[in-house]
């Protein structure tokens, strides 16, 4: 009888060793997982602040299109909006851009922005490619630079007496005289406009369908398309 109680103590102390054991294993692992993943998020911490910064670049987006009243001054050899209506002015077709912040209110300025507009006549043959293209109000055939805020507005053509034309201006800076070539743009055909900056990087493309009436001569214009859309 006295054997079998100091036994079953025994077993008692061992049990109770037993669950000790499992407690302190148990505390133990979950003190092994925290470090662990106070580790990880360690590491983390240290990528996120190793990491190089995300590169910028200008936010340029198509505002409008627009046929303003233009007059040209033939000195500059630049065209210039005109508020007033005169029936002595021609009449332009444009693209309004402009340098938009992002999300947190800030942006970057635009330097060196040149444009290229690229034309294809309705039966796929190459038409005028105009590089750099004129802008309205502009001296240069690039934006020196172009700040967050501001909008400009690109060249697409000018209506003479029935036709369009489009102008480039590889004049870049003061040193060079005028420069601006005009040439007669697609009665019917598409048009893709580039937008490029100082890096070379393209900050703005897309493609337009431009049909003119065969009538009035005014144009219908669609878009903007991805580049490598398909247009009827």
């Given at each position: 009888?006295?054997?079998?109680?100091?036994?079953?103590?025994?077993?008692?102390r061992?049990?109770?060793?037993?669950?000790?054991?499992?407690?302190?294993?148990?505390?133990?692992?979950?003190?092994?997982?925290?470090?662990?993943l106070?580790i990880?998020?360690?590491?983390?911490?240290?990528?996120?602040?190793?990491?190089?910064?995300?590169?910028r670049?200008?936010?340029?987006?198509?505002?409008?299109?627009?046929?303003?009243?233009?007059?040209?001054?033939?000195?500059?050899?630049?065209?210039?909006?005109?508020l007033?209506?005169?029936?002595?002015?021609?009449?332009?077709?444009?693209l309004?851009?402009?340098?938009?912040?992002?999300?947190?209110?800030?942006?970057?300025?635009?330097?060196?922005?040149?444009?290229?507009i690229?034309?294809v006549y309705?039966?796929d043959?190459?038409?005028p490619?105009?590089?750099?293209?004129?802008w309205?109000?502009?001296?240069?055939?690039?934006?020196?630079?172009?700040?967050?805020?501001?909008t400009?507005?690109?060249?697409?053509?000018?209506?003479?007496?029935?036709?369009w034309?489009?102008y480039d201006?590889?004049?870049?800076?003061?040193?060079?005289?005028?420069q601006?070539?005009?040439?007669?743009?697609?009665?019917?055909?598409t048009?893709?406009?580039?937008?490029?900056?100082?890096?070379?990087?393209?900050?703005?493309?897309?493609?337009?369908?431009?049909?003119?009436?065969?009538?009035?001569?005014?144009p219908?214009?669609?878009?903007p398309?991805?580049?490598?859309?398909?247009?009827?």
């Open positions: 009888m006295a054997e079998s109680l100091r036994r079953s103590l025994e077993q008692i061992l049990n109770e060793d037993l669950h000790k054991a499992k407690t302190l294993l148990s505390e133990e692992s979950e003190r092994f997982d925290k470090a662990n106070e990880s998020q360690l590491y983390e911490l240290i990528r996120e602040r190793d990491k190089a910064p995300e590169e670049r200008p936010n340029i987006e198509l505002k409008a299109v627009q046929f303003p009243n233009v007059i040209y001054d033939r000195d500059a050899g630049v065209w210039h909006d005109r007033e209506d005169r029936a002595t002015d021609y009449k332009a077709c444009v309004i851009f402009q340098n938009n912040t992002y999300s947190d209110g800030k942006g970057v300025d635009a330097i060196d922005l040149r444009a290229q690229t034309w309705d039966n043959s190459p038409g490619f105009f590089s750099p293209a004129a309205l109000d502009e001296e240069y055939g690039q934006i020196n630079k172009f700040p967050v805020g501001w400009k507005k690109l060249l697409i053509g000018i209506r003479g007496s029935e036709y034309d489009g201006n590889r004049r870049m800076d003061a040193s060079e005289g005028r601006t070539h005009g040439e007669m743009v697609p009665f019917d055909g048009m893709t406009v580039k937008l490029i900056d100082h890096t070379g990087q393209s900050l703005y493309e897309a493609k337009w369908k431009w049909e003119e009436n065969i009538n009035t001569h005014w219908h214009l669609r878009g398309f991805p580049v490598d859309a398909k247009i009827g």
